[in-house]
């Protein structure tokens, strides 16, 4: 029987890769300038048995000539994300900082990652590079900042007034600006300050490419511009590579910058096609950002990731989902050619006209379930009790935040003394504390003394999902309105608090799973485990702190729990042990695999991976690629309730849980998805536990 072809065999399958339109990875449909190729293929045949130079002196003085600089203040190598990571290597210590945009290329946390440096972020603003909250943060001790500009994957681009900004603030501290410049051959000449800084002396690196406007993406080649004293800290570090730039890729950049008139055309080209591009999606009612770059990023209704899927599945048309750079719901698609931008333009208004896409249902080859339209009328809360609880837990998160909570489970405490170990205004925590009596969680006694309640002390064993919603969820709750109708964008406009999140699901692992999960782990082997959505490491920590000999990588793609995360392990001196990583698992593939894992741990966070997929078997499979000898899996998840056999009080947490997640676009499977899914991709399942909370299981699995 035929099969239509999948994401993933488009990206690997030879066959099924034939015909394609690769619009996912920024590629210049146009091709490298005259002679480029030939000039390659010459040196194959003459020098194919020869190493290449590995100074680099060719290529580094014929791009030093086209910009008017000196061949010492160029270095080249395989590609710039090669020079991201020298970079990193050439100025960063252990425990130095690193200053990035969130919503940008992963390689410059990784990079970070390699250097043992720590990553501090600032949020995009209205998609673009925020120059003044940058330039602010470099006074605060960064060592290295790394500014994508144009910026990737939102296209838009710095005014020079604002790169000023940076270069400035850099200087005024020390540190070093590195401008990543990859996709400036684009953008009108008018916005090419960087490169004139380092003409003039200035204090900056700036990255470039023969990937993108120059079209030798095969080949692998970028260089650095910068001061020699700047270029020669990383030249030094590229000698343990010294042969990275291959003769073929030197002798092709050579001849391409022989080609004065490449770049003006590329760029007219590109401008007309992108005009085009966004000509049709207004005329679709798909919002997108303004882009000087060869790619234009776009919003479609629904499920961003399920129409990526069916774009490929449906179309062979392969387009990126950048949800796991931080921008939930958006596509990344490159500007091909006039052709290939009306090909992808009546793919998507055919995805986006279909029932499907439009009601963020799933393609056809998803196993992920469509949420039935209707829902059950269950018994009603009344007024009084929705009203108050949503006060209630208002009260309940701030006394968390306070540190109260954990003082009443020591005994009673007077307001006063609470105030004085909390640091809070006392007529302020009085307040709170009279809201809790009413509730019936504290006494208050005529000496002042305040004390949890039977029903306090269970509250405070559920207090992690106050945490989690109030404090993670509260500015999406706030603006379900505005959502709803779409006059604000979730992770645009409406953020969800990383760290908080993070925060309230170790509150709820510690105080209603840990007894579950301590007993089932008590009974596995293992050396080094992968740890996936790894929060603020507190599991990993739990695991690995009283065997020495366990290591561990936790996985993180949020920005402030990444941060957390690392906070905790060297806080409990376990960084020779234990790495955390920034970044969704998912974005490793094809880029990372780690052998030597022989555990991979999953908690609340399946229901993601299976989404940005669009197919729980694929997402599963794709776990198998990246851990190659992971032969036990601990996954732990909430899945959908089945509300039409629900009996009795609704029970905490699934109400909310399924509510935001749908916000987000993102589908919650039913148990059964799960297990299908886990049996289909090859794993057995030795194990099945309910975990703590509602509707939420731990699963032991054998590959």
């Known amino acids: 029987m035929n099969q239509s072809p999948t994401l993933h065999s488009l990206l690997n399958d030879p066959v099924h890769g034939e015909g394609i339109l690769r619009l996912h990875l920024n590629e210049n449909?146009?091709?490298?300038?005259?002679?480029?190729?030939?000039?390659?293929?010459?040196?194959?045949?003459?020098?194919?048995?020869?190493?290449?130079?590995?100074?680099?002196?060719?290529?580094?003085?014929?791009?030093?000539?086209?910009?008017?600089?000196?061949?010492?203040?160029?270095?080249?190598?395989?590609?710039s994300d090669e020079l991201v990571l020298l970079i990193a290597l050439a100025f960063l210590r252990p425990g130095d900082t690193v200053l990035l945009t969130e919503g940008t290329y992963l390689g410059y946390a990784m990079a970070a990652a390699a250097a043992r440096a720590e990553v501090r972020t600032e949020p995009l603003k209205r998609f673009g590079v925020p120059a003044r909250a940058l330039a602010s943060a470099l006074g605060e001790g960064a060592r290295l900042c790394y500014v994508c500009n144009p910026h990737n994957p939102t296209g838009t681009v710095l005014d020079p007034s604002d790169v000023e900004r940076i270069i400035a603030a850099a200087e005024n501290t020390g540190a070093v600006p590195v401008f990543d410049e990859a996709y400036m051959e684009f953008a009108d000449p008018a916005y090419d300050y960087a490169l004139d800084a380092v003409r003039k002396g200035r204090r900056l690196l700036v990255l470039r490419t023969f990937s993108k406007a120059w079209g030798l993406a095969s080949l692998r080649c970028g260089y650095a511009l910068g001061p020699a004293?700047?270029?020669?800290?990383?030249?030094?570090?590229?000698?343990?590579?010294?042969?990275?730039?291959?003769?073929?890729?030197?002798?092709?950049?050579?001849?391409?910058?022989?080609?004065?008139?490449?770049?003006?055309?590329?760029?007219?080209?590109?401008?007309?096609?992108?005009?085009?591009?966004?000509?049709?999606?207004?005329?679709?009612?798909?919002?997108h950002v303004p882009s000087v770059t060869n790619f234009v990023m776009l919003r479609p209704p629904g499920d961003s990731a399920l129409v990526a899927a069916r774009l490929a599945e449906e179309h062979r048309i392969l387009v990126r989902d950048v949800t796991m750079l931080g921008l939930p719901g958006h596509l990344r698609v490159s500007v091909g050619t006039p052709e290939q931008v009306d090909v992808f333009c009546s793919a998507l208004e055919d995805v986006l006209g279909s029932e499907v896409a439009t009601a963020s249902r799933p393609s056809a080859n998803s196993a992920v379930p469509v949420v039935p339209p209707q829902a059950p009328t269950l018994a009603p809360l009344d007024p009084a009790t929705l009203f108050n609880g949503y006060v209630g837990a208002g009260v309940i998160h701030a006394l968390g935040e306070l540190g109260v909570w954990d003082l009443l489970l020591d005994g009673a405490a007077t307001p006063t003394a609470l105030a004085k170990r909390?640091?809070?205004?006392?007529?302020?925590?009085?307040?709170?504390?009279?809201?809790?009596?009413?509730?019936?969680?504290?006494?208050?006694?005529?000496?002042?003394?305040?004390a949890l309640t039977s029903a306090g002390r269970e509250l405070v064993r559920n207090r992690g999902y106050f945490t989690w919603c109030v404090g993670g969820y509260g500015e999406v709750l706030h603006n379900l309105a505005d959502?709803?109708?779409?006059?604000?964008?979730?992770?645009?406009?409406?953020?969800?608090?990383?760290?908080?999140?993070?925060?309230?699901?170790?509150?709820?692992?510690?105080?209603?799973?840990?007894?579950?999960?301590?007993?089932?782990?008590?009974?596995?082997?293992?050396?080094?485990?992968?740890?996936?959505?790894?929060?603020?490491?507190?599991?990993?920590?739990?695991?690995?702190?009283?065997?020495?000999?366990?290591?561990?990588?936790?996985?993180?793609?949020?920005?402030?729990?990444?941060?957390?995360?690392?906070?905790?392990?060297?806080?409990?001196?376990?960084?020779?042990?234990?790495?955390?990583v920034h970044g969704d698992v998912l974005s490793q593939v094809g880029q990372r695999t780690y052998p030597g894992v022989d555990l991979v741990s999953s908690f609340l966070m399946m229901h993601d991976l299976f989404n940005a997929t669009g197919d729980p078997v694929k997402a599963i499979r794709l776990l198998h690629h990246v851990f190659p000898d992971a032969r036990k899996f601990l996954v732990a998840d909430s899945v959908s309730q089945d509300w039409h056999s629900h009996e009795g009080p609704l029970p905490i947490f699934s109400l909310g849980f399924e509510l935001v997640h749908a916000f987000m676009d993102t589908h919650i499977a039913e148990r059964d998805v799960y297990e299908d899914a886990f049996t289909r991709a090859g794993l057995r399942i030795d194990r099945r536990t309910p975990f703590g909370t509602p509707a939420t299981y731990l699963w032991l699995l054998t590959s």
């Open 29 to 79: 449909p146009y091709g490298p300038p005259a002679g480029a190729l030939e000039a390659a293929a010459d040196e194959l045949r003459r020098w194919g048995t020869a190493y290449p130079d590995s100074d680099c002196a060719g290529p580094r003085k014929a791009v030093a000539d086209h910009f008017g600089l000196t061949p010492e203040m160029v270095a080249v190598g395989n590609g």
């Open 229 to 287: 004293d700047l270029i020669d800290q990383v030249w030094r570090v590229r000698q343990a590579l010294p042969f990275s730039a291959n003769r073929l890729a030197q002798r092709a950049a050579m001849a391409a910058l022989g080609d004065r008139g490449h770049l003006a055309e590329i760029r007219r080209l590109t401008g007309e096609a992108r005009q085009r591009m966004c000509d049709r999606l207004d005329r679709a009612g798909v919002p």
């Open 422 to 450: 909390t640091g809070a205004d006392p007529d302020g925590l009085l307040v709170l504390l009279k809201t809790m009596a009413l509730l019936g969680h504290v006494t208050m006694t005529a000496d002042s003394a305040v």
């Open 483 to 580: 959502l709803t109708t779409g006059r604000r964008s979730l992770g645009r406009d409406v953020i969800r608090h990383g760290d908080k999140i993070a925060a309230g699901s170790g509150i709820t692992g510690r105080n209603l799973m840990l007894p579950v999960e301590r007993e089932v782990v008590s009974g596995l082997e293992f050396d080094l485990v992968a740890d996936l959505g790894c929060g603020d490491a507190a599991r990993l920590i739990r695991w690995c702190a009283k065997d020495t000999g366990r290591r561990g990588i936790g996985f993180e793609a949020d920005e402030e729990a990444h941060r957390s995360a690392v906070e905790h392990v060297r806080e409990a001196g376990l960084e020779d042990r234990l790495e955390i």
